[in-house]
């Protein structure tokens, strides 16, 4: 069992920068590929960015590729996801997401999942 939660979602300007934060509980942190998700009002959800297990590999969507930098520190059972130039496009609600093995671009591949950090983006 794997517990995640999230912060450091909160509002931010057109261009500026977040950093968001999930801790996840249990001794075999490693050995999960995270993901980050996202979900705006009315909209379906969307895979963002993932980091694999072991080497930690990224991936990142398209809209994103560029701005935002998905990271972990397996130490710390920790994974971040640093957010750059942010648009307005980018307010959502931001869920992280872990699954056993490899990465996944789809959310239904993944076991476990944070309560969600809403970050809302100005123009």
Same mark, same amino acid.
């Given at each position: 069992?794997?517990?995640?939660?999230?912060?450091?979602?909160?509002?931010?300007?057109?261009?500026? !920068?977040?950093?968001?934060?999930?801790?996840? !509980?249990?001794?075999?942190?490693?050995?999960?590929?995270?993901?980050?998700?996202?979900?705006?009002?009315?909209?379906?959800?969307?895979?963002?960015?993932?980091?694999?297990?072991?080497?930690?590999?990224?991936?990142? !969507?398209?809209?994103?590729?560029?701005?935002?930098?998905?990271?972990?520190?397996?130490?710390?059972?920790?994974?971040?996801?640093?957010?750059?130039?942010?648009?307005?496009?980018?307010?959502?609600?931001?869920?992280?997401?872990?699954? !056993?093995?490899?990465?996944?671009?789809?959310?239904?591949?993944?076991?476990?999942?944070?309560?969600?950090?809403?970050?809302?983006?100005?123009?």
């Amino acid at each position: 069992q794997v517990q995640l939660v999230e912060s450091g979602g909160r509002l931010a300007q057109a261009g500026g !920068s977040l950093r968001l934060s999930c801790a996840a !509980s249990g001794r075999t942190f490693s050995s999960y590929s995270m993901g980050w998700f996202r979900q705006a009002p009315g909209k379906q959800r969307e895979f963002v960015a993932a980091i694999s297990w072991g080497p930690g590999v990224s991936y990142y !969507s398209d809209s994103v590729k560029g701005r935002f930098t998905v990271s972990r520190d397996n130490a710390k059972n920790t994974v971040y996801l640093q957010m750059n130039s942010l648009e307005p496009e980018d307010t959502a609600a931001y869920y992280c997401a872990a699954r !056993s093995g490899s990465w996944s671009p789809h959310g239904l591949d993944y076991d476990y999942w944070g309560q969600g950090t809403q970050v809302s983006v100005s123009s």
